[in-house]
């Protein structure tokens, strides 16, 4: 990553960036299966929720710009899932394969690690070669291949899901995190 490149926690200024950000992976691709980009004001809203429930959500900022974001939010709602998350990565297109998606996924991976969280989950829709090695870059294990399960643009798409543990050989969670 450039020294340029500053990894921070988002705020709600940074809806607007993030929403530009976003919308052509809604308009363009399959990588997401919104159909309507969401506006700043959702994606703020979606941001007050995440860091609501004590969960981070990076920003990649480079020369006052937002070029990349990462989030963490809760993998399933039943109680015994409290240690899982799901994980989230974007990079502007002109920031790709300059760092800014491992440097991002790197805070992230340790913020989550240190506030007792156990596994990581990303799901990839696929194809996605760019996507695949990112996260097999970060120590991430494909564990499910789901087949026709997202529809956009008149296709069906297969979908897959990456996993990491976040401390391997931890046996139990930490004290500190038992009453989430």
Do not use: C
Not at 34 to 48: F, I
Not at 60 to 68: I, K, L, M, R
Not at 78 to 91: A, H, K, L, N, P
Not at 158 to 174: C, I, K
């Amino acid at each position: 990553m450039s020294t340029a490149m500053r990894l921070r926690d988002a705020t709600p200024a940074d809806a607007p960036a993030i929403a530009m950000l976003y919308a052509p992976f809604v308009t363009d691709t399959t990588v997401t299966f919104e159909e309507t980009p969401p506006d700043a004001g959702e994606l703020s809203r979606r941001l007050a929720d995440v860091q609501s429930q004590g969960l981070p959500w990076l920003v990649a900022e480079s020369a006052g710009e937002v070029a990349g974001y990462a989030y963490a939010t809760p993998w399933r709602t039943r109680r015994g899932y409290r240690f899982s998350v799901e994980v989230t990565v974007y990079v502007a297109p002109a920031h790709h394969r300059r760092g800014v998606g491992r440097a991002l996924y790197t805070a992230l991976f340790d913020r989550l690690g240190k506030a007792g969280y156990h596994a990581a989950m990303a799901g990839i829709a696929l194809p996605n070669p760019a996507s695949v090695a990112l996260h097999e870059a970060m120590g991430m294990t494909q564990v499910a291949h789901f087949r026709e399960t997202g529809f956009k643009f008149g296709r069906w798409v297969d979908v897959g899901y990456w996993e990491r543990l976040l401390a391997p050989g931890r046996e139990s969670p930490r004290e500190a995190i038992h009453s989430r």
